[in-house]
């Protein structure tokens, strides 16, 4: 059996949504600074010079790259490290991109180091 039900008018605001705005504000700068690729920058000692020492999340990490550390491959998503001597002038040329756990263990896992 079915029932009648009745319905009942909508109030004038129904329907009215206001759309999702996906596109950026002009006043966001985006994903541009220090801290835009999962932490901000270090300065560290290492092998007597200064080094700069950025933490990269996996979100940011798109390409591949090789570990100096252990000369193995850095996935694509793989959260990692990327340290360059702090002095002036050096470029992205200099930039090199280490696992985590090869930077933590630096001093014994020089570049060019073979086991």
Known sequence: MLSHRRLLPL????????????????DD???VGPGAYGGP???????GEEWVVRRVTGSASTKPYRCPGCDQEIRPATPHVVAWPHEAGRGLEDRRH???ACWQARDRRRPGQHR
């Open 98 to 100: 280490w696992h985590s």
């Open 11 to 26: 109030p004038a605001y129904a329907g009215v949504v206001s759309p999702r705005s996906n596109r950026r504000r002009r």
């Open 41 to 47: 920058e270090q300065l560290v000692e290492w092998a």
């Open 29 to 31: 700068p985006g994903d």
